[in-house]
C-alpha cells in the first residue's frame, strides 16, 4: 500500500504494531504523512533500471583465520 | 600559543567555563556541563605540556560533545526523555580520539530529540536560542553545538549530520562546519538515526580549526561496519594553497532557483565571484535531476529510523515528544517496496553526480534555501507541523552521496543573521574542500564577526 495522508489509516497501522496513538497523533501523523507521500511520489517517477546498490549484496572476500 | 606556553589550558578552560556561565541560561546550548572534570583535565593537560608532551593542535582545547555521542560514565539522552538513564558504558571513537589528542571535554550539548529534525526546537530539553537573534532559531540537529561555538563558549564541538545537521546550524549561527565522507569519521558510540546517511563531524569558527578537528577524528574503525580503509592524509597540508587552478561548478538547477531567499543567493553569487577573481575558474553545471535528491535523503531516513525506533517507540511513545513520535510513527507507513526504490534511486543519483562533478573540484551552493525562520514559527502544534521543511532541501542531497561538504559563512541577511555557502567536493577529497573554506576565509572576514544578540566576552 503505497503511503497516505488519512490519519485513520496511520492509526490502523500504528495499531498493527501496537503503539500508543491518540487523536492529536494521528493528525499530526497525517501532517507528515503527506511529506512522506509526495517523497516517495517523486522517488517512483525515477527510472532505477540497472541501479542495484551492489554493495550490499555482494560478498566481501574472507578466509578462515590463520590461513 | 599552548604549545609554547603563552597560554595555559587551565585559564582557556576557565574562560569556557565563565562564558557558559555568562551565556547558557538565555541560549540553552548546553544538557551537561562538566567544571571539575574538565578543569581537572586542563590541570593534566597543562603539566603534561610543562614537561615537554604536547600532543598536538587539540592538546588544552576545549571540546563540546553533542548528546548523541557516548561519553563513558555519563548519560548519553539524544535529547529526549526516553533514554534520560542511558549511561554510557564506554567512549565512542570519536570521543576517544579526542581524548587521546588532549582535547578537554567540557559537557554534553543540547539536540533535536534523537537528531529527527532540523529546527533546533525541542520541547523535552528546551530550545536552543540563535546568539545572532535569540528568537530565531539555530537550525538543527546539532543545534547546541552551534551555538556554543558561535556565541565564543566553546572553539570546537562535534555534530552529525543525516539530512544536514552540522551544516544547516553552521550556516544559521555564522560558523564553519563539516560533514566529512560518509565512512571517513567512525561512528561507533554514536546514537544511530539513518545508518546508511550518518555522519560525525566538527564545527568551529574556521575551516583550518576543521581541519585540525579532522586530523583526529578521521581513520578506519573496525567497531564501524561502515568505516572506510581509505588512508588518511594531513588536513591541513593543502589548505593554504589558494585558488589557483581550482574547478568551481555551479549547479544552474535547483540551487539557484527562483524560491531560494534573494537575499541568499546575491550573498552566494558574490562569493562566487570574489573566489572567481582570485585565481578560481567556474563552470556552469546542468544538474536537471539534483533536485531528487533530498526526497531520496527523507526517503531512505524515514524508514532506516523507525527501523532504529520500532521497539523504544514500541516501550516509551508516551516519553517522546509529539512531534517525533509523529515522524517515526509515520515511517510505519513506509511499503518496502518504497524504500528499494529508494536505494536504486541513490545509486542513480550517485552515478549522475559523479558523471556532474568530472570536471571540476568542488560544487558551491547555499547551504539554506532561506533565512532563519523564528522558534516560534517552528514550534509544531496539533494540526501544525511547523516551518522547517525547507531547511534540508540542499544539504540532504550530499547526505544521501556521502561527499563531504562544507558550510562557511558568506554574508548577512539585511536583519543581521548569518549566510552559509556550502563547498562540496568529490569523496574522500575533504583537503580540496578546506581549502577553497580557507582560502575564501582569507579574502574575508565574515566568519570573524561576533553575535550581536549576546554581550560580548567578559
Known sequence: MNPSDNPQHFHDRAQEHQLVISTEDAANIGEVGSSVASTYAAIREIDTIGFEPAAIFVPTPSKRKGD | ????????????????????????????????????????????????????????????????????????????????????????????????????????????????????????VNPTTGDVKNPWNTTRITAGSSSGSAAAVASGMIPAALGTDTGGSVRMPAAFCGIAGLKPTYGRVSRAGVLDLSWSMDHVGPMTRTSQDCALMMNVLAGHDSRDPASSSNPVNDFTSEIGKGLDGLKIGIPSHYFFDEFVDSEVLVSVCSAVNLLEANGAEVLELSMPWVGKGRPINFGLLLPEAVSIHEKMIAEHADLYTPAVRARVQSGFNVAAIDYVRA????????????????????????????????????????????????????????????????????????????????????????????????AFEQLTSWHQMPPTDIPAPN
Open chain 2, 343 to 438: 536505494q536504486r534511486a541513490r545509486q542513480w543519483f550517485n552515478h549522475q553526480m559523479a558523471e556532474s562533478m568530472s570536471n571540476v573540484d568542488i560544487l558551491i551552493t547555499p547551504t539554506v534555501p532561506i533565512q532563519a525562520p523564528t522558534i516560534g514559527e517552528c514550534t509544531p502544534s496539533p494540526g501544525n507541523p511547523g516551518a522547517g521543511s525547507e531547511l534540508p532541501m540542499f544539504t540532504g542531497v550530499f547526505d544521501v552521496t556521502g561527499q563531504p561538504s562544507h558550510s562557511i559563512p558568506c554574508g548577512f541577511t539585511a536583519a543581521g543573521m548569518p549566510i552559509g555557502m556550502m563547498i562540496t567536493g568529490h569523496p574522500f577529497d575533504e583537503s580540496t574542500v578546506l581549502r577553497a573554506g580557507h
Open chain 2, 1 to 120: 600559543m599552548i604549545a609554547s606556553g603563552e597560554l595555559s589550558p587551565r585559564d582557556l578552560v576557565q574562560v569556557s567555563l565563565d562564558r557558559i556561565s555568562q551565556l547558557d541560561s538565555s541560549l540553552n546550548a548546553f544538557l551537561d556541563v562538566w567544571e571539575e572534570e574538565s578543569l581537572s583535565s586542563a590541570i593534566i593537560a597543562e603539566k603534561e605540556i610543562a614537561s615537554g608532551r604536547y600532543l598536538g593542535p587539540l592538546h588544552g582545547i576545549p571540546v563540546g560533545i553533542k548528546d548523541l555521542i557516548d561519553v563513558q560514565g555519563t548519560p548519553t539522552t539524544g535529547g529526549s526523555k526516553v533514554l534520560s538513564r542511558n549511561i554510557a558504558g564506554s567512549d565512542a571513537t570519536v570521543t576517544a580520539k579526542l581524548k587521546a589528542a588532549g582535547a578537554i571535554l567540557i559537557g554534553k550539548l543540547n539536540l533535536v530529540e534523537f537528531a529527527f529534525g532540523t529546527t533546533g
